[in-house]
RNA sequence: GCUCCUAUAGCAUAGUGGUAGUGUUCCUGGUUGUUACCCAGUGUGGCGUAUGUUCGAAUCAUACUAGGAGCGCCA
């Protein structure tokens, strides 16, 4: 698309210049010798008021054409608008309607309509104000992540998306085969994956951090920035089948440095939004949630708060508030506690470390009272959990201990313990789910709504 | 996987036993400056699907389907 954006326009104000734009009809307001109409191009929130009148040829033909939906080209000057709402208008010299929507199908009209309704037409809804704004604020978001490490000399790493480690721990797994499903070969009474594509078990990605890890032990800080699968049967408003995951993991890195990077990287991307997307997050503040951009504000200027498992599980004791889920040292917090923690005590994100190694993960680092490990959560109010890391075990004999412990074969992780034997290095990091981001960010209460195609457990209609 | 809620014209909703209203969109007419434009008017559904209870069912019951919220799992 060439020629200029309804953006720049907006911001250069090219008054009394002859100027084209191409767009789509949000809505018409008709006299009887001339119209208003406004057209978006997408490039912003801020639709192009145009004043059509019937000196135009072509009037009274294009007139009946120019309905919500409607692509269309636009020559004329732009002046300054007598109206109260917007600034400038464009006085149309030359009309021309590209594509009609006949308005009697078009269900996408000018009105308010549900969310619920949006998802059953995905391939429209980026014609909205909000799913708009929140494809311009995603966007938005993407670049300032490659920013926050590339100034910090991180390296952006591919990991690969298909897997054969079917033992990540991270959650269920979809399988990836090209073995024939009416006709699945069978050796001794099991499946015979030696005839499949890769000639083992394959599935889709659940993290890229082991493969991360490998290269942070060779380049020093890293990163990964990709989709992630999970075929949880998990329905709720903060779960995807499909996801976005931005994974840094730091060499010679301790739990307080991933802390500070993890509590640095959300407050550099929150300012950046702020600083770039103000009319979209206006509109959030205005039509979603009216209290986001204060909130956003304010956790960019504090700090946030860090205490140890064993603190969180004194601090819900003592506030005698009757949880469903009993608190006990030992536990896996449940949602109403890190609800309770980071809604009703602080106020404010939250870090959590030193949780019992029982309810971590096999690498997490041990600590010396080998009873807890190094992991650390952010939880922030309305979503809790954002971002879950920790520093890596880099013993190599703790970890084949800790394997078997979990009941896994080290022999699975060889390669994985061979970063161990060979140049060991402290090191951490943590994985982060884009969506749920963009979701604090937005305020939208749905995951499925910050994301183009979302998929989800039974849903995938787009 | 568990619990709860919902299902009425294109969209959003009212209607708790006697054969459906309202808003909005669309459409028609009017309006030289509107901006969720305004004013007037026309049209649209038989109430998710199935079975049942009843003289009679959007309205009660059961099942199924779809959607939503919460929980668990996590990012």
């Not at 326009?9 to 010798?33: H, Y």
């Not at 000399?153 to 979809?174: H, K, L, R």
């Not at 006990?328 to 949602?335: A, C, E, N, R, T």
């Amino acid at each position: 698309m060439k020629g200029l954006l309804i953006k720049d326009i907006f911001q250069k104000k090219p008054l009394n210049n002859e100027i084209t734009i191409k767009g789509w009809i949000r809505t018409k307001r008709e006299s009887k010798n001339f119209c208003f109409t406004e057209v978006n191009d997408g490039s912003c929130m801020k639709n192009l008021q145009v004043i059509i009148d019937d000196n135009l040829d072509n009037y009274n033909d294009i007139i009946p054409l120019i309905t919500t939906g409607a692509s269309i080209e636009i020559s004329g000057n732009i002046v300054e608008s007598p109206g109260q709402k917007q600034s400038i208008e464009l006085h149309a010299t030359k009309v021309k309607v590209i594509g009609t929507a006949p308005a009697d199908d078009y269900v996408l009209q000018k009105k308010r309509h549900t969310f619920e309704y949006l998802r059953t037409i995905a391939h429209l809804r980026p014609r909205t104000n909000t799913f708009g704004a929140i494809a311009r604020v995603r966007n938005a978001m993407s670049y300032a992540i490659h920013k926050f490490f590339q100034e910090r000399n991180f390296i952006y790493v591919q990991t690969p998306i298909i897997t054969s480690s079917d033992c990540e721990g991270a959650g269920e797994m979809f399988q990836v085969t090209t073995l024939p499903m009416e006709n699945i070969p069978i050796n001794d009474k099991k499946i015979d994956y030696s005839k499949d594509f890769f000639s083992k078990k394959a599935s889709l990605t659940v993290s890229g951090q082991l493969e991360g890890e490998t290269y942070a032990c060779a380049l020093g800080n890293i990163y990964t920035f990709g989709p992630t699968f999970r075929a949880e049967h998990s329905n709720t408003t903060r779960h995807l089948a499909e996801f976005w995951m931005i994974e840094p993991e730091m060499a010679f890195c301790d739990i307080n440095e991933n802390m500070d990077t993890a509590e640095e990287f959300l407050k550099y991307i929150l300012t950046y939004v702020l600083e770039n997307c103000p009319e979209d997050m206006d509109f959030f503040n205005t039509r979603i949630d009216n209290t986001i951009i204060n909130n956003l504000q304010n956790i960019i200027k504090d700090k946030f708060i860090r205490i140890k498992y064993t603190e969180a599980i004194e601090e819900l004791t003592k506030s005698k508030v009757d949880f469903e889920f009993p608190v006990k040292w030992g536990i896996d917090l449940q949602s109403e506690h890190e609800k309770f923690l980071t809604e009703n005590v602080y106020k404010k994100p939250v870090i959590i470390t030193d949780y019992p190694k029982e309810i971590k993960a096999f690498y997490m680092k041990m600590n010396d009272d080998n009873k807890t490990v190094r992991a650390m959560d952010v939880l922030v109010p309305r979503l809790g959990e954002i971002i879950g890391g920790s520093e890596r075990e880099d013993n190599e004999k703790k970890l084949i201990n800790r394997i078997k412990e979990m009941n896994l074969n080290p022999d699975d992780y060889w390669w994985y313990l061979e970063l161990r034997k060979f140049g060991s290095i402290p090191h951490s990091g943590f994985g982060l789910g884009f969506e749920r981001l963009i979701q604090f960010i937005t305020g939208m209460q749905n995951i499925r709504d910050v994301i183009p195609f979302p998929r989800a457990f039974k849903s995938i209609d787009f």
